[in-house]
């Protein structure tokens, strides 16, 4: 079954480091996520990306964010100076296509921000 | 807007007993229900989900859930659990707004079932 793949699956900075988290979505998908997670907290929305460009972000997404699909096959996220509360786990997902609502999640990368 | 909420934060039971997770979700319009779930240390992993039709639907694990207008409800369920089920259930709608969507999680129920 295809998956969404995402490296590290853990990564240690320092504060005010940059950090690069990366996904490759299944190949054929169109919508891609990414999602973050706070240690005992709910899953969170951080932004949605389609045909190359931000669809829609959350007021968590700001000025440190950004999003890219450089290649074709890779959606980054980068936190531009990471924060200790920036500490979490981050989840990339992909979706087909507008009738698809069937979400792959990837298994996550685990920031810890010290 | 389209939300969900998960009444329980810790469900505790034993080996074999039936489980109910609730879930409540708020829209005004046709909705997409989702339950997610997560192990330890491990990502999410779709469950089930509810798009139309049966207003029951199925995991291939045992659980289901039942998608009830009237109550505005998706409560996921089974009637034996067994000590792997032990893991953290995310209810989830899908969301549109602007032309876009998402989906938009509950804040879990962590479900520990002991011997």
């Known amino acids: 079954e295809p998956e969404v793949t995402q490296t590290p699956s853990h990564q240690v900075t320092q504060m005010g480091q940059e950090v690069i988290l990366r996904c490759v979505p299944i190949?054929?998908?169109?919508?891609f996520y990414w999602y973050r997670q706070i240690l005992g907290q709910k899953v969170e929305f951080l932004v949605s990306?389609?045909?190359?460009?931000?669809?829609?972000k959350s007021e968590i997404f700001d000025d440190q964010f950004s999003v890219e699909r450089p290649d074709g096959s890779n959606f980054t996220l980068k936190i531009r100076s990471t924060k200790l509360e920036d500490s979490a786990m981050y989840f990339c997902?992909?979706?087909?296509?507008?009738?698809?609502?069937?979400?792959?999640f990837g298994s996550g990368t685990r920031l810890t921000v010290v | 807007a389209q939300s969900v909420t998960q009444l329980d934060s810790q469900v505790p039971v034993f080996e074999e007993a039936p489980v109910e997770l609730r879930c409540n979700y708020s829209?005004?319009?046709?909705?997409?229900l989702f339950w997610y779930v997560q192990y330890p240390n491990q990502g999410l992993q779709l469950l089930l989900k509810?798009?139309?039709?049966?207003?029951l639907v199925e995991s291939i694990n045992g659980f289901e859930a039942e998608f009830n207008k009237s109550q505005t409800s998706f409560h996921l369920r089974k009637p034996s659990v067994h000590i792997s089920d032990t893991a953290e259930y995310f209810c989830?709608?899908?969301?549109?707004?602007?032309?876009?969507?998402?989906?938009?999680f509950g804040k879990g129920t962590k479900l520990t079932v002991n011997p």
């Open positions: 997902a992909s979706r087909a296509d507008r009738g698809g609502y069937g979400y792959t």
């Open positions: 190949s054929n998908h169109l919508y």
């Open positions: 990306f389609y045909n190359n460009e931000i669809s829609e």
């Open positions: 829209s005004s319009v046709s909705v997409y």
């Open positions: 509810y798009l139309s039709g049966s207003t």
């Open positions: 989830a709608v899908r969301r549109v707004e602007g032309g876009s969507e998402k989906l938009v």
